[in-house]
């Protein structure tokens, strides 16, 4: 069955930076646009960026537009989520998710196929 196992997560200050990780397995990575969400308690969970199947395109949302990459590596069957200049506001559970088979730009929770369990980052001021 298709797994994907989050790390990287922890507690930063603010203006520091964070690298988060996504091992896939159970099907070709490569077949798939991946994306990060996120979720803040007591708040809906939000699209943060997506990546097509072969790198090219990267989508993010406006409010981690310039400080946030979003990467893969097909060969590690890895996703990955750079995160700099960090704020508080950035405080939240994430999680790495794999699109439908036909999805491209993975940047809906209804395109969402299947989820990680989900990693801590915590910023403080």
């Known amino acids: 069955q298709v797994q994907l196992v989050e790390s990287g997560g922890g507690l930063v200050q603010a203006g520091d930076s964070l690298r988060l990780s996504c091992a896939a397995s159970?099907?070709?990575?490569?077949?798939?646009?991946m994306g990060w969400f996120r979720q803040a308690p007591g708040k809906e969970r939000e699209f943060v960026a997506s990546i097509t199947r072969t790198g090219a395109t990267a989508t993010y949302a406006d409010s981690v537009k310039d400080r946030f990459t979003i990467s893969r590596d097909n060969a590690k069957n890895t996703v990955y989520l750079q995160m700099n200049s960090l704020k508080p506001a950035d405080t939240a559970v994430y999680y790495c998710?794999?699109?439908?088979?036909?999805?491209?730009?993975?940047?809906?929770?209804?395109?969402?196929?299947?989820w990680g369990q989900g990693i801590q980052v915590t910023v403080s001021s």
């Open positions: 998710a794999q699109g439908r088979r036909l999805t491209i730009a993975l940047d809906t929770i209804a395109e969402v196929d299947y």
């Open positions: 159970g099907r070709t990575f490569w077949n798939y646009a």
